[in-house]
């Protein structure tokens, strides 16, 4: 039976491998299409599936390759060793995506992929299904889907655009149940969404994944800390309005872009909303209480092309997260992480790696800011930068004194949002758990070379 078992795992494994590996031959060829639209010169990966184009299939894929250098939380261990700092080679996302308009009513879309494989990585990652639904628009006004899907409330990044941000990653503040109740902030939802004159909105009705399942999962309540818990039995109702003043950007999927690169005038005003009734559990003198999980956030966020000619370009965003997750709730988030082990002795409260509190009942401000150039010298072929700032100021329940956090770094784009390097430096704090509580100790650095390439 067990050899059996062994087997069948086996022959789905080389099965998967073999459809994918097909399938990026596929995306290979026709990547030597005829030239046109695109910025490398050759046709979308798009074919219209009826004589006038109303019905298409599309594909996508792009990969987000990280060089980086740490300065490890204290008491990081690799094979038991202390190790201050680490250098190494990643590949932070890898997408592979389908998309087709099978009716004037019916879209469905689907995507494959990985994250953070690095040289902690076990050997035969396999991709996961990270996008599978199906939608039917009554009209602009009005949409519904269902799937496993990203659609979310609570902010505009809470489903970002992860190939086209101004930053070189992800806001984490701005996904508050990441692997927690949610599998890469995709849940198994029901949704509605539409455009009405300037306003745009999206309703999501989810059934959370079990925190059981969560690699952060732990069953022992203690006192005053809140927990998630697999005893809830809620759903999760999040929504998100934002106003369009200028132009209206598309809400055709889920997903929210950093910077339209001067092809747009953007400036929206957005407030958002999160709840999941008895999310989480703590002690009370010994006794089991729920805690519901209410988050609510507000942003502005603006793309504006500051010299036509050039098409300059002056992006930046505001916001603000309000979360309550019951009493001293919070969670040290380390992206990519590159150490897994820490020395319990000599660790901080951080945890291992790059791990810093990033997310927490309590509440916070994010800011970001870029300024794109025009063209370097006289012809495109160089690209443009982009220098950016960002910071998130935290004052969390559980923590003596407010958590902040910095980026600054710069984008090289070659060919737009298809080809882009990135160099970004991260300033975090690093807490110590003391007599008197979790209190900051000092900082540390992490340095990022990123190169995204992308094909649509």
Known sequence: MKRNSRFNRLFIKVTNS???????????????????????????????LNENGSHWLALHTY???WMRNT?????????????????????????????????????????????????????????????AYAEYSFSEKLAIGAGKTAWTGLSRYSAPNTSKLLSYDILLLALPTT????????????????????????????????????PNFDSELIDDKARFTDKSNGNIYSGYFKWEFLDAETNAIPFSDGTHLGKKKVFNL????????DALASLQNGETRFHDMMLWAADLFLDLPVNQQSNSTLTAYLGYFNYD??????????????????????GSFNGPGNAYPVVGTGNSVYTQIGY??????????????????????SDFELLKEPMTTFDFGVNWYLKEHLSKFSLN???????QETSEGVQFDNRKWMAVLQYIIRLE
């Open 325 to 346: 997750f019951g009493p001293n709730y919070i969670r040290n988030t380390g992206v990519n992480n590159p150490i897994s082990a820490v020395d319990l002795i000599q």
């Open 270 to 277: 957005g407030i958002g909303t999160e709840f999941q009734k």
């Open 63 to 65: 990969a987000q390759f």
């Open 179 to 214: 692997d927690e109740t949610n599998d890469l902030i995709r849940k198994l939802s029901i949704y509605t969404k539409g455009k009405l004159a300037g306003l745009d909105y999206r309703m999501v009705f989810s059934k959370p994944f079990s925190p059981r399942n969560s």
């Open 425 to 431: 430096l991260q300033s975090r704090p690093v807490y």
């Open 71 to 131: 300065e490890n939380n204290p008491g990081s261990l690799i094979s038991d060793q202390p190790q201050n700092t680490t250098f190494d080679i990643s590949i932070r996302r890898f997408r592979l995506g389908v998309q087709a308009q099978l009716t004037e009513k019916l879209f469905v879309y689907s995507q494959l992929g990985i994250n953070n494989l690095n040289y902690l990585s076990s050997r035969g990652t396999s991709t996961d299904l990270l996008d």
């Open 18 to 48: 073999i459809l994918f590996w097909m399938l990026l031959l596929q995306l290979s060829v026709l990547c030597a299409q005829d030239p046109a639209a695109n910025q490398w010169g050759n046709k979308p990966l798009k074919w219209d």
């Open 372 to 393: 794109l150039f025009p063209y370097l010298g006289k012809t495109q072929k160089h690209g443009r930068l982009q220098p950016y700032f960002s910071l998130q100021y």
